[in-house]
Every structure is written in C-alpha cells, then in structure tokens.
C-alpha cells in the first residue's frame, strides 16, 4: 500500500501545476494518451517479461496482478510520465521563451 500511497502522493504534489499554473495537461487528454501509449506499450512489456524470465521480482505488494505485472508497476507508468509532463508544461508556462522544440 505504501507505493500506491507514494504514486497518490505524486499526483497531489503535482495536481496545482495543472489547476494553478494552468499546465493543460488533462485537458489535452488526446496529447497526454498519445504520449503514454509508447511508455506503457514499451515499459510493460519489457517489465512482464523480466518477471516472466524470473529477472524481477516484487515484494511488499498488494498483490493485485494483471497478468504477471503487479498493478503498483501500472500505475507507476501512468503516474510518473503525468507528472513529468505537467512539470514540464508548467515550466514552459512560466518561462515561454524557453523552447521545447514543438512549437509551431
């Protein structure tokens, strides 16, 4: 429970980003899904298969699965990227002369 507690306490540290700094990261939901996609297509896969292969394994979980991957490390893959992102975004709104490189 306390990883979960961790990746809830994330999302509460992050959230005034989005509600304060105005980031509009959950409002462009189509821009936020396109960008976790690829992460969870790609970290899941190679975290199902290390389990599989006996190369990681987890203690101290809930011990809820999907499939073979505990759902501490689905969240973990949501969570992280959306708080990198709305750390990001709030950071460009508040410094706009800084270029990410996808401005138009």
């Known amino acids: 429970m306390v990883y979960l507690a961790v990746m809830a306490g994330c999302l509460v540290v992050t959230m005034p980003l989005e509600l304060v700094l105005r980031a509009r990261v959950y409002r462009r939901w189509r821009r936020l899904l396109l960008t976790l996609v690829p992460v969870l297509a790609v970290f899941l ?20 699965r999907i499939g073979n991957l505990p759902i501490e490390e689905l969240v973990f893959f949501v969570v992280i990227p959306i708080c990198s992102i709305l750390t990001f975004e709030a950071v460009r709104r508040l410094r706009p002369s800084w270029r990410a490189g996808d401005e138009s």
């Open 45 to 64: 896969a190679w975290d199902a298969l290390a389990i599989h292969a006996g190369d990681w394994t987890y203690r101290k979980l809930t011990g809820v």
